[in-house]
């Protein structure tokens, strides 16, 4: 079960590249290994969203990441949140696409509306005004 997961998100992650969307890339993918870039400077790996300060364009990327996502690589994260994205001096890296599914899956809409809930949730909390949820929810699927 674990190389099939570890298969999966090799393929979710390719994808992502090939459309352009700012992940992490994948190298390889060996049984239940899957070798991953290394994101960071110097051995000492990139920081995770929660763990940094963000700003109104940190919020911007990350709903741009999750329309991308969709629009480009038709894929939905189904576990976007402020753990599984790297801020880096060239901006935010999306990574951990394991839980991802094709914009076809029955859930897709569900958790995409998901991804935008958690995103949204996490930039309030740190005290920025965010866009209603629905309206990025209807701006992505139509």
């Known amino acids: 079960m674990v190389e099939l997961w570890a298969q999966k998100e090799f393929r979710n992650l390719t994808q992502c590249v090939k459309s352009g969307i700012p992940s992490i890339k994948p190298i390889r993918v060996l049984k ?26 940190d919020y911007r990327n990350a709903i741009s990441i999750i329309s991308q996502m969709y629009k480009k690589a038709k894929l939905v994260h189904a576990d976007f949140s402020e753990y599984n994205i790297f801020k880096t001096e060239d901006g935010l890296i999306v990574f951990d696409l394991g839980s991802a599914v094709d914009i076809r899956h029955k859930n897709a809409k569900e958790f995409l509306e ?28 139509n």
């Not at 994101?39 to 109104?56: Q, R, S």
């Not at 991804?115 to 629905?134: H, Q």
Request: glycine share 6%.
């Open 114 to 141: 998901r991804d935008i809930k958690n995103m949204s949730r996490f930039f309030v909390k740190r005290g920025l005004t965010v866009e209603n949820p629905s309206d990025i929810l209807e701006r992505i699927i």
């Open 32 to 57: 239940n290994v899957l070798i991953l870039e290394f994101v960071g400077n110097n051995g000492v790996p990139a920081k995770t969203l929660v763990e940094t300060e963000i700003d109104e364009n």
